[in-house]
Every structure is written in structure tokens, then in C-alpha cells.
């Protein structure tokens, strides 16, 4: 057993306030429900309670997701760790009573609760800023300090005097460690605790397998068309890559785009099956990309994310022909207006000479 050396009060009263709440509930079964587009957050928040309500409170549990699941790695997390996590759409959850909220919130857009589903929502755990609506919810744990939701699951796991298997303790300790990008971004005193717990019980050579993934042929192409797709509206970089092969891309060239010098905002987007997959990049410090990325897609697709970064889609198959070719540029004039930047001049990123 491993004792902690941390101050875990508050989860060892959430745990018997849950325990509760899931007696009370009369359900056998749960469903655990990830935010759209998973991180490694999500998902290793949704596979620890997993085993947290299977183990102590002898819970049946069923991982979902709605959206898709970009980035190589966490395909890789998911394969390797054996994560049992579902594609879902708003029509499955008709078929569970009890589902739990894990890394996001209650209508918020990024993910399938929305205003008919919010009666079956009986747990929220989440470390984004509170939203109202959580407070609904029979349990409602939202610690906005903590870097990432995964170290409010490890702390109920220790609280549980549960000792994670190697596979969740390497899913939570890389899910602290993409969410606080290793420990230096938004984190307090609980993540290093967590991350420090966790990493006596990890696997390090799998969690190297699971950052660097092996890639596909065709990523090659589609990074290579993106940066010539890139153009540079002051600070601002664009990039729309049509038509997309690997949807891993959209996040990853964003993340690369924010590295120009000069840039403080990064915006790429691609058509992947019927979606516009579209990640957004900020060093800003007053605007939350979370945000802005909302207002961006409006009413026709769905968006979330952190003051940094954030992702989203459109569905595109209700468009017409018409809205469907100019939606990219569309996309792009509205992001530059909303930054004031309508009236820059573009230049590509990537010279011909
Ligand atoms: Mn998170």
C-alpha cells in the first residue's frame, strides 16, 4: 500500500458522499461519459473511476465518448492501456439511467448531455471553471485549481485505499501529464503530489510508446500540405487542409503553427468523414480560446477546451453543397473579425524560392 503524503481530505468525504449517491441511485450499472474529441484527460479521468465505482462500490461500467478521437497517441493510449472506451451518439444514451460526467461539464457543447439527458446525470467530476448547471447534478466535484481531472481520480482512488493497476496509473499519469504539459502549465501542489504517487506505479517504457506513436504514411502528406495551406494574418496562423487523411494532423500542425515566431494564435482546420475538424492555439492571456472557439462554430457544431487550446467540429453533412465549399473561409473572415484583425494582410507561411 501506498500511503500518501498528501492532504487528500476532501476527496476521502467525496468518496463516502459518492458512495451515497451510487447506493442511493438503486442503478447496477454506470455509464461513464468522457468529453467529444477525448484527451488523454478524459479518458484516463473515465477508465480510473471505472475502477473506482467496479471495485469499491461493485458498479458495471460502460466508457463513452461522443465526436472522434484525433492524435496518434491517444489511439495509442487507448490500444495499449486497453482502455474499453465506446463511440457514442446522442441516441445511446437513452439506454443508461446513470451516467457520470468525467473532465466536463453539463451542456456546455463538448459533449452528449445536453438539456433532455440531464436527468440521468448523477456524478460531475471536473476541473473546468464550475458552470451551473453542475450544481444539478446528486454529486458535483469541480476543482478549477487542479491541473488536470485526473489527479481528482487518483486522489478518490487513494482515498478508496485502492491501488491502481499499472495500466490506470500509467493512463492518469500521463493524462496529469498532457493536460498540465508536464507540469508546467496550470497545476497546483495536488497534481505534483498525484503525478509523484502515480509514477512509482507506472510503466515508463509504455507511456514512451504511447507519446511517440508510430505514424501513418499518409500524416507525412497532410503535414506537408498544411504548412503550404498556411497563411499568416499578422499573429494569426491559418490553415485549412481540405480534405483531410489522418484527422491527427488538425491538432498537431496547430500546436506546430503556434511555435512561429511572432504568432499568438493558431487555427487549423480539415474535412475529415462528413466533419470540419478545427483546433485553435492561443498564447494569449486575455482571451480563452475555449471561448472563442464556441462562438466560432456557433449553433452548427460543438467546441471546448482550455484557455490555451481548444478543439471542435461541424457536422457537415446537413450543409448544402454550397455551404459546404465556402464554410472554410467563412470560418477563417469571422475568427479574424472576432480577433479584430479583419482588415490584415495575409502572406503565406511557407516561399516558394
Ligand atoms: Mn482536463
Request: net charge positive; hydrophobic share 40%; proline share 4%.
Amino acid at each position: 500500500m501506498h500511503t500518501p503524503r498528501w492532504d487528500i481530505a476532501l476527496s476521502e468525504d467525496k468518496v463516502a458522499e459518492l458512495g451515497l449517491v451510487v447506493k442511493g441511485s438503486n442503478q447496477a450499472g454506470f455509464l461513464i461519459l468522457c468529453h467529444n474529441n477525448p484527451d488523454p484527460d478524459t479518458l484516463a479521468g473515465a477508465f480510473g473511476f471505472a475502477y473506482l465505482l467496479q471495485k469499491k462500490f461493485n458498479m458495471r461500467c460502460v466508457i463513452g465518448y461522443g465526436g472522434v478521437m484525433t492524435r496518434a497517441e491517444n489511439k495509442a493510449m487507448v490500444n495499449r492501456l486497453r482502455i474499453p472506451v465506446k463511440r457514442m451518439r446522442y441516441e445511446d444514451l437513452s439506454q443508461y439511467s446513470a451516467v457520470a460526467l468525467i473532465d466536463a461539464q453539463p451542456i456546455t457543447g463538448n459533449n452528449l448531455i445536453d438539456f433532455r439527458a440531464v436527468s440521468q446525470l448523477l456524478v460531475v467530476i471536473d476541473h473546468h471553471a464550475l458552470r451551473k448547471g453542475s450544481l444539478k447534478s446528486p454529486f458535483h466535484d469541480v476543482r478549477p485549481t487542479y491541473g488536470a481531472t485526473s489527479t481528482i481520480i487518483t486522489e478518490y482512488l487513494v482515498a478508496a485505499e485502492l491501488t491502481p493497476t499499472r495500466s490506470v496509473a500509467n493512463a492518469l499519469l500521463y493524462g496529469i501529464k498532457t493536460d498540465t504539459n508536464s507540469l508546467i502549465r496550470s497545476c497546483c501542489k495536488a497534481d505534483y503530489h498525484a503525478f509523484s504517487y502515480l509514477s512509482s506505479l507506472s510503466n515508463p517504457r509504455v507511456l514512451g510508446c504511447i507519446e511517440k506513436p508510430a505514424l501513418p504514411m499518409d500524416y507525412f502528406s497532410d503535414f506537408q500540405k498544411g504548412l503550404a495551406k498556411t497563411h499568416i494574418y499578422r499573429d494569426v496562423a491559418c490553415s485549412f487542409l481540405g480534405r483531410v487523411r489522418t484527422d491527427s494532423i488538425i491538432p498537431e500542425l496547430a500546436d506546430l503553427l503556434l511555435r512561429i515566431e511572432g504568432v499568438t494564435w493558431s487555427l487549423c482546420m480539415g474535412e475529415y468523414e462528413d466533419m470540419m475538424l478545427i483546433s485553435l492555439r492561443s498564447k494569449s492571456r486575455t482571451q480563452m480560446s475555449g471561448l472563442l472557439l464556441r462562438k466560432l462554430v456557433g449553433k452548427t457544431g460543438s467546441a471546448g477546451g482550455h484557455k490555451d487550446l481548444a478543439g471542435g467540429q461541424i457536422v457537415m453533412s446537413t450543409l448544402t453543397d454550397q455551404q459546404k465549399s465556402s464554410l472554410s473561409s467563412k470560418l477563417i473572415t469571422k475568427f479574424l473579425k472576432m480577433l479584430k484583425r479583419e482588415n490584415v494582410t495575409s502572406k503565406p507561411l511557407v516561399r516558394d524560392d
